[in-house]
């Protein structure tokens, strides 16, 4: 059974930083892309990143890049999400979604986890 | 302000047949497939349709998928009380390097 796990999640004040962590057990970790969606409360889902199997490509949405850095550790079945220079506009819960192929352009993610949810507030 | 275009309501009776759309361009939805997400209240999205029409397993076959140009279509058959919830389409942006998706559609089962 494909199972997802995220963590890591708090509340911050505006311009700090938090590092997510997702679990993945029940599949191949290595052979497929990871991403992390977010949703604001009441508000609709929003792309924040991608990573191929191998982790070595790489997308992040224009909202987040240069901000968040996505992360994968194959050997621990470990996916990870540095945000940095967090504001008031990334609070959401944050899930962490299995791709259905190894490439990180993929906008099919077959499984997804409950979330992780991070307040940005002072 | 989303990418891809959905009414932000719809509904039907039970038994009804509901069709939600979805529209981009050939830059998304022109030039790769079209994925459905379903999230039931306070639930993690969940995989609906995927490459257009395709049915994860599981997943009834009154829910079906259609693409035609640069707009998708998800249509569900047989309404049922169950089937109220939020539905997402989302595709691959080549232009944008980026995946991007619908403003979600809140399915109303009267």
């Known amino acids: 059974e494909v199972q997802l796990l995220e963590s890591g999640g708090g509340l911050v004040q505006p311009g700090g930083s938090l590092r997510l962590s997702c679990a993945g057990s029940?599949?191949?970790?290595?052979?497929?892309?990871m991403s992390w969606v977010r949703q604001a409360p009441g508000k609709g889902l929003q792309w924040v990143s991608s990573?191929?199997?191998?982790?070595?490509?790489?997308y992040y949405a224009d909202s987040v890049k240069g901000r968040f850095t996505i992360s994968r550790d194959n050997s621990k079945n470990m996916l990870y999400l540095q945000m940095n220079t967090l504001r008031a506009d990334d609070t959401a819960l944050y899930y962490c979604?299995?791709?259905?192929?190894?490439?990180?352009?993929?906008?099919?993610?077959?499984?997804w986890g409950q979330g992780t949810l991070v307040t940005v507030s002072s | 302000q989303s990418v891809l275009t959905q009414p932000p309501s719809a509904s039907g009776t039970p038994g009804q047949r509901v069709t939600i759309s979805c529209s981009g361009s050939?830059?998304?939805?022109?030039?790769?497939?079209v994925n459905w997400y379903q999230q039931l209240p306070g639930m993690a999205p969940k995989l609906l349709i995927y490459?257009?029409?395709e049915r994860p397993s599981g997943v009834p076959d009154r829910f079906s998928g259609s693409k035609s140009g640069t707009s998708a279509s998800l249509a569900i058959s047989g309404l049922q009380s169950e089937d109220e919830a939020d539905y997402y389409c989302?595709?691959?942006?080549?232009?944008?390097?980026?995946?991007?998706f619908g403003g979600g559609t809140k399915l109303t089962v009267l």
């Open positions: 990573i191929s199997g191998s982790g070595g490509a790489i």
């Open positions: 029940g599949f191949a970790f290595s052979s497929y892309a």
């Open positions: 979604a299995k791709g259905n192929r190894a490439v990180g352009a993929t906008s099919s993610l077959d499984y």
């Open positions: 050939s830059s998304n939805i022109g030039g790769t497939t």
């Open positions: 490459n257009n029409y």
């Open positions: 989302a595709a691959w942006d080549d232009s944008l390097n980026a995946v991007v």
